[in-house]
């Protein structure tokens, strides 16, 4: 569909939660600007250009001016319901930040392995997933990536307290590459 005039073109539809999110952004962008001074260095006999702190200093001065706005084009828009409903969901999904700090706890205890089968296990039945084909693809899955990133790319990640009980034999094995 074409629209008919520029008015039409550029008129804006204020979404739900669209104040709340340009309240926060403008809030963060401000935030970084405030830490600018602190954070950047302007070194001495260095052209302007070559400033360490000149495209942090422009992209946080975008953020704080496309942020304002946002948070006024939002605020100038006609209201829409269903703005809290919205700002539930996005708090709803802080749910899975919980669910990741305390993976990164468990893993020391556990070790990779077991912790990562778990948690792809439990996060698997917790999107809804209930068969026993998703089930076994995710305890899969977890096995892979733990062979993968412990036994092929080396990636150094603390070995759990739990091999500390396995015979000598397997602990050397599984401190290496479980």
């Not at 953020?63 to 703005?83: C, E, I, K, Q, T």
């Not at 809290?84 to 556990?110: D, H, K, N």
Request: charged letters at 15%; glycine letters at 8%; a positive charge.
């Amino acid at each position: 569909m074409i629209a008919k005039t520029l008015q039409d073109m550029f008129k804006r539809y204020r979404r739900p939660g669209d104040v709340v999110f340009a309240v926060l952004f403008l809030a963060f962008a401000v935030f970084l600007l405030s830490q600018l001074g602190d954070q950047t260095k302007v070194v001495k006999r260095t052209k302007w250009f070559a400033q360490p702190g000149l495209w942090p200093t422009i992209a946080i001065w975008c953020m704080v001016v496309f942020g304002f706005l946002h948070w006024l084009s939002s605020a100038l828009s006609d209201r829409s319901s269903g703005r809290w409903t919205e700002v539930g969901f996005w708090v709803r999904s802080f749910e899975y930040v919980a669910y990741f700090l305390i993976y990164v706890l468990v893993v020391p205890q556990l070790g990779y392995l077991p912790s990562t089968m778990l948690f792809a296990v439990f996060l698997t039945l917790r999107v809804g997933f209930r068969g026993a084909n998703a089930i076994g693809i995710a305890a899969l899955f977890g096995f892979v990536v733990t062979i993968v990133f412990r036994g092929f790319l080396q990636v150094k990640i603390p070995a759990g307290a739990v091999y500390e009980y396995l015979p000598d034999s397997v602990r050397a094995f599984a401190l290496t590459y479980l």
